[in-house]
């Protein structure tokens, strides 16, 4: 069964920095595209960064285009998001997310979610 697990959130002051890590299990790790998700309360969920399998294209939401970077380590099995210059609208909960495409449909698979919390 596929199983995502994040890890990294916490409590940071603006300006700060967090790295974000999911680790990915269940399935070929290094096939997949990956993705990170995050949802505030009161609002939708938005995509934040995107990666592809080899790590060789990436896609970062232009609110946090200049702060954020995904990354991967396929030897690991991880996907990370880092993030600087943390302002308090970034705070959310943090989704990993990846979606598996059969013949005629699709699967996502998400994880549990971290917490991160931008705050003075």
């Known amino acids: 069964q596929v199983q995502l697990v994040e890890s990294g959130g916490g409590l940071v002051q603006p300006g700060g920095s967090l790295r974000l890590s999911c680790s990915g299990s269940?399935?070929?790790?290094?096939?997949?595209?990956m993705n990170w998700y995050r949802q505030a309360p009161g609002k939708e969920r938005e995509l934040v960064a995107s990666?592809?399998?080899?790590?060789?294209?990436?896609y970062i939401e232009d609110s946090v285009k200049d702060r954020f970077t995904i990354s991967r380590d396929n030897s690991r099995s991880t996907v990370y998001l880092q993030m600087n210059a943390l302002l308090p609208e970034d705070t959310a909960l943090y989704f990993c997310?990846?979606?598996?495409?059969?013949?005629?449909?699709?699967?996502?698979?998400w994880g549990q979610g971290t917490q991160v919390t931008v705050s003075s």
């Open positions: 997310n990846t979606r598996r495409y059969y013949s005629q449909d699709y699967q996502d698979y």
């Open positions: 269940g399935f070929t790790f290094s096939s997949q595209g």
């Open positions: 990666i592809t399998f080899a790590g060789r294209t990436t």
